[in-house]
């Protein structure tokens, strides 16, 4: 119901895009996007990539910025031509601060999400693995663990697997 709707936010870039851009405009909704993958759906890439895309964003009314990447370098024209608002960390750091943590609880370091190169978990892991010979702690991955997904990647997840099982640490 159309006028149940005061906000679209469109997060990424893909086809249907262009249809709820379209939509948004003819009923007259307000449109956030927020581009999560640089050189994919960053504002530079649909501008180099597809023009009419790019003319449809041009109606935007915020981008929001998730990293620097995406207002600065190729990305400078988000802050000429576009209302933008970069928002770092979604995370509350006031509540979830190292320094408030109890000297004696375990630290648990959590990753949601699917598996990529893209988000690599595998950094995260192998680092982890430095991290708990000095520091107890934990690392909990949350997600599918298959999808087909075209940016999904079960390599990730089977190195992780197996080299968990390995080196006892499953």
């Known amino acids: 119901n159309q006028s149940e709707i005061d906000l679209v936010h469109l997060r990424g870039n893909s086809k249907k895009n262009i249809v709820l851009i379209l939509l948004s405009k003819f009923f007259r909704k ?3 996007y927020t581009p999560t993958r640089y050189l994919e759906d960053d504002i530079y890439t649909i501008k180099k990539n597809n023009k009419f895309s790019y003319f449809l964003f041009k109606s935007v009314q915020l981008i929001h910025c998730i990293s620097p990447i995406f207002f600065s370098g ?6 000429k ?19 408030k943590r109890k000297k004696n609880k375990n630290l648990t370091i959590l990753c949601v999400g699917f598996f990529s190169k893209i988000k690599n978990q595998k950094i995260l892991y192998n680092s982890w693995k430095r991290i708990s010979k000095k520091i107890k702690c934990k690392l909990h991955f949350v997600g599918i663990k298959n999808m087909n997904y075209y940016l999904a990647n079960n390599d990730e997840l089977d190195y992780i697997i197996e080299d968990s099982k390995k080196n006892k640490l499953l």
């Not at 031509?81 to 320094?99: A, G, H, M, Q, S």
């Open 81 to 99: 031509e576009f209302r933008y608002l970069y928002i770092p960390n979604i995370v509350d750091t006031n509540l979830f601060n190292f320094k």
């Open 30 to 32: 307000k449109i956030i």
């Open 74 to 79: 190729k990305n400078k024209i988000v802050k």
